[in-house]
RNA sequence: GGCGCGGUAGCAAAGUGGUUAUGCAGCUGACUGCAACUCAGUCUACGCCGGUUCGAUUCCGACCCGCGCCUCCA
């Protein structure tokens, strides 16, 4: 029975979607203006495991992630570089993309933007003016009517009182109260803007969200997930609008993921430890990168380090060492091993309580070293744990390419390797220790590690 | 100030009222020309103080320390 940490009630809940055998699942996205960095892709990967192991477990599943495609710090940003919003917004998509492929992140069912559900955005504001939880201000702006909603703070666990005396945002005049939030900002000379009934604009961040996943899941939808700062203001505000909008229970359970940091540092730009994913991926194989975010439980902080990322390296180094011994198999895992069993059983374990990732992991480490002590035949422990490796994204890879190939390491070529292998292959027939020492040596330095197998000398490139 | 989270061996990271987490690193042995890989064994733990209990790292209370959100942020 899988069990889900559920953010609204602060407990682990036994996991039951509303229509049976399907889970619809939202996810907040990211704001396109910048390249992706790796608190996204932690929320990214985090997600995808989820939704890799929803499906094993044989649910169908719509996984919806959105992508904000307006909002002021896109118009900043394309002001700046003189350049139309739009195009600004397709480039950071189609970076995103990229990055997301890279991590082995799957793409989820349907991705919606801001732009292209403006109806249901207007509509959901109109509801929200002719059930008086939302008011046109003299500014132009729509605002929110927060202490109409009785139960608002339920998900951050606030309360309006203490809201207003932790209060720090400048007092904007035209709103009723402080707290209200906007909905419906009016146009800005120069910025896109869109035809409404309260003149022309745009969106508010917070109302995007509600009509994007009312409009693609239902009223009342099992799953929505997101970073670890969008709790409050963003999901709370979304239960607000959508609640109050429909009458209706918004979602059933609240995820958030841990937040990363760096060197033990709040990630941030003024501190200037910001890390795009692609600036990782040009030191670390893609998967190094997965592995290092998923060694943590998701709702848990997770501090990123070379350090850290090396440690990923070398524990990969130790999953496909195993693959590389053993020729490569594919096919169904033949369940007629009571150990084999036992393995997947204890996966799924892990895997139920709350999508505990380094619970299965060290699962697969035994399956490891099983596969390390069977001798002759460990083929269908290999399809067990390339299998299972599937579910968290992990082991995919030919182990050669994993071993040998990250290019962006190289400092010497498969080619030079392969010569100096058969100089020292030469020297050790030879029974030219020395010589065969130098030479392995030489490639050390050059981070080249040498194995000699019985069925010959194979090497890889090693993590320092 | 309000709300919330966490402190596990050298590093990372799960978990449990009594029995080996796991990975990396270290040490010993086997294997190897020597290594590497691998296997076997092994050393470093559960912030502090009380309480409950036959027994607590694990439950309860106090304390210390770190962190997050409360403002755009995944």
Known sequence: MLKIYNSLSGEKESFKPLIEGHVHMYVCGMTVYDFCHIGH???????????RYLRQKGYQLTYVRNITDVDDKIFKRARENDEPYDQLTQRFIEAMHEDEKALSV????????????MDQILEMVQTLIDKEYAYCAKNGDVYYRVDRFADYGKLSKKNLEDLRAGERISVEEAKENPLDFALWKAAKEGEAAWDSPWGRGRPGWHIECSAMSTSCLGHTFDIHGGGPD????????????????TGEDYVKTWMHAGAVRVDNEKMSKSLGNFFTIREVLQKY???????FLITSHYRSHINYSEDNLRQAQQALERFYTALRRNPVVTGDVPSDSELLDEYKKRFAEAMDDDFNTPEALAVLFEIVREINKASVEAKSLIILLREL?????????????????????????????EVLIALRNQARADKDWAKADQVRDQLQVAGIVLDDGRGGTTWRRSAE
């Not at 194989?285 to 592995?291: A, G, I, K, S, W």
């Not at 050669?400 to 498969?414: K, P, R, S, V």
């Open 41 to 51: 892709a932690r929320v990214m990967v985090a997600f995808d495991v989820v939704s």
């Open 106 to 117: 799957l793409p989820p069912d349907l991705e919606p933007r801001a732009t292209a559900h």
């Open 230 to 245: 969008l709790k409050f203001p963003h999901h709370e505000n979304e239960i607000a609008q959508s609640e109050a909008a």
């Open 285 to 291: 194989n893609p998967e190094v990168v997965r592995y």
């Open 389 to 417: 490796g599937a579910v968290l994204g992990l082991l995919q890879q030919n182990p050669e390419q994993f071993l040998q190939g990250y290019e962006q390491n190289q400092g010497i070529t498969a080619e030079e390797v």
